[in-house]
Nanobody
Framework: QVQLVESGGGLVQAGGSLRLSCAFSGRTFTFGDYGMGWFRQAPGKERELVSA????????YYTDSVKGRFIISRDNAKNTLYLQMNSLKPEDTAVYYC?????????????????WGQGTRVTVSS
């Protein structure tokens, strides 16, 4: 079974930065075989895809509201996914989840993600 564990959330002032990490583990599974994504869910809102990356890390997607501020990356040697978040805004406040898809491409559909982490909370104060 694949396990995903997020870390790096916290409280930050508007304009600040945070770096989220997602550690991938699974005895018979290879991180480099999975497309990965970062999702977020704010209170009272649906979960949304923030960013996604293909299995080898050379293709990415960002939702419009984070373009130019967030950077997704992965280190397949370390089995870790990252999300560098800069110029944070109060509207970025949410629980952030990483997810793994058995597709190797950049995956945009929530239903195509097979494994999910428990989430890490990000709070941006104004």
């Amino acid at each position: 079974q694949v396990q995903l564990v997020e870390s790096g959330g916290g409280l930050v002032q508007a304009g600040g930065s945070l770096r989220l990490s997602c550690a991938f583990s699974g005895r018979t599974f290879t991180f480099g075989d999975y497309g990965m994504g970062w999702f977020r869910q704010a209170p009272g809102k649906e979960r949304e895809l923030v960013s996604a990356i293909n299995s080898i890390g050379d293709s990415t997607y960002y939702t419009d509201s984070v373009k130019g501020r967030f950077i997704i990356s992965r280190d397949n040697a370390k089995n870790t996914l990252y999300l560098q978040m800069n110029s944070l805004k109060p509207e970025d406040t949410a629980v952030y989840y990483c997810a793994a898809s058995e597709y190797t491409i950049v995956v945009l559909a929530t239903a195509q993600y097979n494994y999910w982490g428990q989430g890490t909370r990000v709070t941006v104060s104004s």
